[in-house]
């Protein structure tokens, strides 16, 4: 799999909404061959998805080399 620096810091992909209830995932334009304008990807979710991804990322991130540091 082919990794790519992503050309924005976390700060600007992750944001929370201005209620406090939403956090949205913006990733950065693809310009697709072929098509005129570069897709634009944004997910949303609330804070119950937060919690699964965080489990989910935990359990994974276990499993990685090197192990984790937990301070």
């Known amino acids: 799999m082919k990794q790519m620096p992503l050309p924005v810091t976390q700060e600007e992909m992750w ?5 406090r209830r939403i956090v949205r995932l913006q990733m950065p334009s ?4 072929g098509h005129a304008k570069p897709l634009s990807v944004h997910i949303d979710w609330d804070a119950k998805g ?3 991804i965080l489990k ?3 359990a994974l991130r276990s499993q990685m080399e090197p192990p984790p540091i937990w301070n």
């Not at 944001?15 to 209620?19: E, R």
């Not at 693809?30 to 061959?33: E, I, N, R």
């Open 15 to 19: 944001v929370l909404s201005a209620d």
């Open 30 to 33: 693809v310009h697709l061959p």
């Open 50 to 52: 937060v919690d699964e």
């Open 56 to 58: 989910r990322l935990t």
